[in-house]
């Protein structure tokens, strides 16, 4: 049974930090890995997918990074700001018939 | 835009009195889930349907039961809620188009059990 860890649970860092935030999963046989972002109160919102046979995918201050042979992915953060402050969590799927298997997710605070 | 709505936002039903939640989609999408999360937790998949072919985990209480009469509208009836089924409960969808078909979420349902 594929499991997902996030570590830390949380985590606090002055703005203008650059961050990594950490995910490992047990099965390395998956077909892709999202990352998402969690409002307090509101639903996921998509914000990096790499595909199994991709590296790393890169959109704006994030960039995410996937080693499957390890299963460990990392989401990096460039130069936060107090915006990032969110939940992320990532997760991950076996098969484009599968559905995510998603860890419980980092509690980002970014201090002004 | 097209997305995924939920109605209500938030819900408070008693303990023991059915309730339904609903979701809405205008993304034409193919897939749609229904997780359940718990503060501080993962969601957790309660179903998911592939067009009209309904899969329902393994770990799913029988008191949650689902609908979706159509590709744009999905429920989730709770028939006989306990206190331990408070929780958001999260709706998403996705395409059938292989490795490059990310989830689109609504914004949840906060159900509350009084």
């Known amino acids: 049974k594929q499991e997902v860890t996030q570590i830390p649970a949380a985590l606090s860092v002055p703005e203008g930090e650059n961050l990594v935030l950490n995910c490992s999963f047990t099965?390395?046989?998956?077909?892709?890995l999202q990352w998402f972002r969690q409002d307090p109160g509101k639903g996921l919102t998509s914000l990096l997918l790499?595909?199994?046979?991709?590296r790393e995918q890169t959109s704006g201050r994030l960039n995410a990074s996937l080693d499957k042979s390890s299963g460990r992915s990392t989401l990096y953060i460039a130069a936060s700001q107090p915006g990032d402050s969110a939940t992320y969590l990532c997760a991950v799927t076996l098969s484009g018939n599968t559905p995510l298997v998603f860890g419980k997710g980092t509690r980002l605070s970014v201090i002004a | 835009d097209a997305m995924v709505i939920q109605n209500p936002r938030y819900q408070v039903t008693q303990f023991g009195k059915p309730v339904t939640l609903s979701c809405s989609q205008t993304l034409n999408h193919n897939v749609m889930y229904w997780y359940q999360q718990k503060s501080s937790q993962a969601p957790k998949l309660l179903f998911h349907y592939y067009d009209k072919d309904f899969n329902n985990e393994a770990d799913t209480p029988d008191n949650f039961q689902s609908r979706r009469p159509n590709t744009s509208f999905c429920f989730l009836d709770i028939r006989s809620p306990g206190l331990g089924d408070a929780a958001m409960y999260l709706c998403a969808t996705s395409s059938l188009t292989g490795a490059d078909s990310p989830l689109h979420f609504g914004n949840g349902t906060r159900l509350t059990v009084t």
């Open positions: 790499i595909q199994s046979s991709q």
């Open positions: 099965d390395s046989a998956i077909y892709n």
